[in-house]
T-cell receptor, first 113, second 111 residues
Framework: GAGVSQSPSNKVTEKGKDVELRCDPI?????LYWYRQSLGQGLEFLIY????????KSGLPSDRFSAERTGGSVSTLTIQRTQQEDSAVYLC???????????FGQGTRLTVV | SQQGEEDPQALSIQEGENATMNCSYK?????LQWYRQNSGRGLVHLIL?????REKHSGRLRVTLDTSKKSSSLLITASRAADTASYFC???????????FGRGTSLIVHP
């Protein structure tokens, strides 16, 4: 596709439910990042995938968060047993290689009620 | 990994004026990147400057990097109302592959 695509754009879920957020990176981009951004805050790194290497999960805030990237392309971020503090915009980005510019999707706004 | 810190947190100017935002960091970097974010959604890459570069231009944007002071600045000349957005710097530390972002500068350009 022309850019990074994220779905859904908005998600409202009840506390305690599981959610899955999807990211379709730009074709051919080997690096994929997930960040989250709370209202008025900067971007908090969550997880990084690079090619076939083991992902860097050092930013995941708890074991309720997990992510996978299938076939080196689409990625899914899963949040189990959602809490109100999980409410944020979840941003996915991809880049052609390491240490190059990142292209961001429009994000998924998650609201936990 | 470290993050950059942008300054000021907020900036309000009139159309036609120049806007300058600064980013400071603490350790060695591979490169530093500037991004723009409209309406709290996706970020758009503006400029990447490598540690061995001192200045880069793109249209009305000028980025400088001073590695001795561990700081960078983004200058927007002849600002327009459409430049209203949040601007973030992202640091690629020497040993990292992950851009880390600061809290951003919120720029408002009044028509």
């Amino acid at each position: 596709g022309a850019g990074v695509s994220q779905s859904p754009s908005n998600k409202v879920t009840e506390k305690g439910k599981d959610v899955e957020l999807r990211c379709d990176p730009i074709s051919g981009h080997t690096a994929l990042y997930w960040y989250r951004q709370s209202l008025g805050q900067g971007l908090e790194f969550l997880i990084y995938f690079q090619g076939n290497s083991a992902p860097d999960k050092s930013g995941l805030p708890s074991d309720r968060f997990s992510a996978e990237r299938t076939g080196g392309s689409v990625s899914t971020l899963t949040i189990q047993r959602t809490q109100q503090e999980d409410s944020a915009v979840y941003l996915c980005a991809s880049s052609l290689g390491i240490r190059t510019e990142a292209f961001f999707g429009q994000g998924t706004r998650l609201t936990v009620v | 990994s470290q993050q950059g810190e942008e300054d000021p947190q907020a900036l309000s100017i009139q159309e036609g004026e120049n806007a300058t935002m600064n980013c400071s960091y603490k350790t060695s970097i591979n490169n530093l990147q500037w991004y723009r974010q409209n309406s709290g959604r996706g970020l758009v890459h503006l400029i990447l400057i490598r540690s061995n570069e001192r200045e880069k231009h793109s249209g009305r944007l000028r980025v400088t990097l001073d590695t001795s002071k561990k700081s960078s600045s983004l200058l927007i000349t002849a600002s327009r109302a459409a430049d209203t957005a949040s601007y973030f710097c992202a640091i690629l530390s020497g040993g990292s592959y992950i851009p880390t972002f600061g809290r951003g500068t919120s720029l408002i350009v009044h028509p």
